[in-house]
């Protein structure tokens, strides 16, 4: 089944800066046909490192916390709901200065990072929302200064009753278009076909014809009226924007977006593999005999859809299912509690090309890379909900999620309900939890308890690490969507800090694209 929040933890910022004027009146009532809402002064709530004072007019209540000027003061409130789903955690403040006074906000000990930037004067005073699960009862809500200069002026803490609910993957989609035109979206890439098949994923639950019609003029850039494409595909990742091409072919029947997937489809006939049949993860010569888990992910799910949708043969009915167990055999951690793991990259030759090769590991690069696993995953699962039933790998490939999601699940964190950047070290100080990865892992999760490959139990990791990822994206005072902690490309290396020191640039392609894959699969 579909999953469904229960758990009283912090879900996302869902909304941008509101600059308020003075208001005097208590809030704590609502107007017909508004959400009812209930209010909490901040002068009464358990103050730690702040003083209550009322020499800036506007305040509601007695005064306001003026929080002392250090990380770690706090202003803890115990908010009451009567029903449990999705509400809004209003924060009214004011904050002088120029500099972003950052609070962290935790519901019940799960906590999120969220800006309170400058009003423009102690007497200007704004709000901003946090979105939030709670259950019916008593629920304690902290906010933490996470700055030298302290929080802002806080006033109150309104809590309303959550009627009014956001579609995320409209409003990041909304998001996408609005800073770039089909044009400036960015060139063929494995990182553009990600993003806009989350977008074709949107569109088929909304129908909403401008985002097709945007995946059109995006692909139409690249595609001629004859169905010529000026790429030589040479490696995976060059593939994985071939999952666009099916889709347009899929809904306009149009022959020059089937000619040029047909590209790829044949590019694979004669394409490079390992001594066991692996495809290799590039041509290049530094790459040459490599294995990435990256890769599944790059080519075949494109495979597996070219016969569904366009033309079955032999090949496209095999051979995606084979990759994934062959890959699977070269990258899988078969021992402790990581079994079940991924290594990120296996090298055949043997480190010939690549410095990172560990011999005494099979030939891998001996760190499991979270984003990679997340490839894996949904390749897996993807390719489960278009081979038959009847397929004689079917059950090798439900086999290999029996392991992956156990392994995803004892390595989730259970603080933030995300995984790490590098899943096997939590406790290094230089790791972080990445939100592409924790994305992808989140949806093959619920997906393989959907289906029923792996018992029902495992719904609440993937219940956590929606949570987890939701609580990463806010919205910014120009009404946009952002989110952030997504690892940039990244390659195979065996060093530790090459991973932990990637850069993680907002709104990063790679997790747009996961984002909008498992909030299309989580929202039901």
């Given at each position: ?33 508004e ?128 009627a ?25 890439s ?10 074709y ?71 490079p ?59 899988r ?15 055949e ?9 560990k ?123 952002n ?37 299309e699969?989580?929202?039901?």
């Amino acid at each position: 089944m579909p999953l469904r929040i229960r758990h009283r933890v912090v879900l996302a910022l869902a909304a941008g800066v509101l600059l308020l004027p003075p208001i005097a009146a208590h809030a704590g009532t609502s107007r017909a046909g508004e959400s009812a809402s209930v209010s909490y002064e901040a002068e009464n709530a358990t103050i730690s490192q702040g003083v209550v004072e009322s020499d800036h007019a506007g305040y509601t209540g007695t005064g306001f916390v003026n929080y002392d000027n250090v990380a770690g003061s706090s202003v803890e409130f115990q908010v009451t709901a009567a029903a449990s789903g999705p509400h809004g955690l209003v924060f009214r403040f004011a904050n002088g200065t120029a500099a972003d006074r950052r609070m962290s906000i935790a519901v019940n000990g799960v906590t999120v990072n969220q800006s309170f930037p400058g009003t423009g004067a102690w007497t200007a005073w704004a709000t901003v929302t946090v979105r939030a699960v709670l259950e019916a009862g008593v629920t304690t809500v902290r906010a933490t200064a996470i700055t030298a200069d302290g929080g802002p002026n806080l006033d109150a803490l309104t809590v309303d009753d959550g009627a009014q609910t956001t579609d995320w993957s409209r409003a990041v989609v909304d998001s996408t278009m609005a800073r770039y035109t089909p044009g400036a979206l960015g060139g063929w890439s494995y990182t553009r076909g990600l993003y806009l098949w989350g977008q074709y994923l949107v569109w088929r639950r909304t129908g909403e014809a401008r985002y097709l019609t945007y995946i059109k003029d995006w692909a139409d850039r690249f595609v001629d009226s004859s169905g010529g494409i000026s790429q030589s595909f040479g490696n995976l990742d060059s593939m994985q924007a071939g999952n666009v091409l099916l889709a347009l072919y899929r809904e306009s029947g149009q022959a020059r977006y089937r000619i040029a997937a047909a590209k790829i489809r044949n590019r694979l006939t004669t394409y490079p593999r390992t001594s066991d049949g692996g495809w290799w993860h590039s041509t290049s010569d530094s790459r040459q005999g490599q294995l990435w888990g990256d890769g599944v992910y790059m080519v075949n799910p494109f495979l597996a859809r070219y016969g569904a949708w366009v033309a079955a043969d032999s090949f496209t009915g095999t051979e995606p299912a084979r990759q994934l167990e062959v890959y699977w055999s070269h990258l899988r951690r078969t021992s402790g509690t990581a079994a079940g793991l991924l290594y990120h990259a296996y090298d055949e030759p043997g480190g010939l090309t690549a410095p990172w090769v560990k011999p005494q590991l099979g030939n891998t690069n001996g760190i499991s890379w979270c984003r990679a696993m997340g490839w894996f995953g949904m390749a897996v699962v993807d390719i489960l909900e278009i081979i038959p039933a009847t397929h004689p790998r079917r059950e090798a490939l439900i086999g290999i999620l029996r392991e992956l999601v156990p392994a995803y699940a004892r390595w989730q964190d259970p603080a933030t309900g995300r995984w790490w950047q590098v899943v096997t070290e939590p406790a290094n100080p230089a790791n972080w939890t990445e939100t592409s990865c924790s994305a992808m892992y989140t949806y093959t999760i619920s997906k393989a308890v959907e289906r029923g490959y792996v018992d029902a139990s495992y719904e609440a990791y993937a219940e956590r690490g929606y949570q987890g990822v939701l609580a990463e994206l806010s919205v910014g005072a120009d009404g946009r969507t952002n989110i952030a902690d997504i690892s940039e490309g990244t390659n195979a290396s065996d060093s530790l800090s090459y991973y932990f020191g990637r850069a993680r640039p907002l709104n990063d392609f790679h997790g747009l694209g996961a984002f909008l894959i498992m909030n299309e699969q989580l929202r039901r």
